[in-house]
């Protein structure tokens, strides 16, 4: 699903959103191809640091230091009204798990891009061929 602009400011930082606007039409059919290369480069890094992100939380989680597994409410009283079922635990990460969506939809983007230029050059090359009689 197509996220608005707005929506992807609300789980980036101001240097991400300036990166992003860059992979959106039509800024990104004016970037040349050397600088294309490298915003997909460094928009894969802060990707894959997002990603890194949540498995630091996950070895952080209490009993996991002890390499026993980490279970949710442990440690915590239960509260009045409690019948002791055990809850799910709110999404933890949920705007990172957006935040790393919203940049991995950006390198595709970049991605369909890059393609798009190769294809492109290797079609205008097919067709100056076939217009000089040489045939690919």
């Known amino acids: 699903m197509a996220r608005s602009r707005k929506t992807e400011r609300r789980y980036l930082s101001e240097e991400e959103v300036k990166l992003l606007d860059k992979t959106h039409f039509p800024e990104l059919r004016l970037i040349d191809s050397p600088d294309l290369l490298k ?4 928009l894969r890094e802060i990707r894959d640091g997002a990603a890194g992100g949540a498995g630091l939380r996950q070895q952080r989680q209490p009993g996991a230091a002890r390499g026993g597994v980490a279970q949710p409410g442990a440690g915590m009283a239960p509260k009045a009204g409690d019948s002791g079922a055990a809850r799910p635990e709110p999404a933890e990460g ?3 798990k957006m935040r790393r969506d919203i940049l991995s939809a950006a390198v595709k ?6 393609e798009r ?3 492109g050059a290797v079609e205008s090359r097919q067709e100056d061929n076939t217009a000089i009689g040489n045939h690919v």
Not at 39 to 42: A, D, E, G, P
Not at 109 to 114: A, M, P, Q
């Open 39 to 42: 915003l997909r480069k460094k």
């Open 117 to 119: 230029r190769r294809t």
């Open 94 to 96: 949920a705007g990172s």
């Open 109 to 114: 983007r970049v991605n369909r891009e890059i």
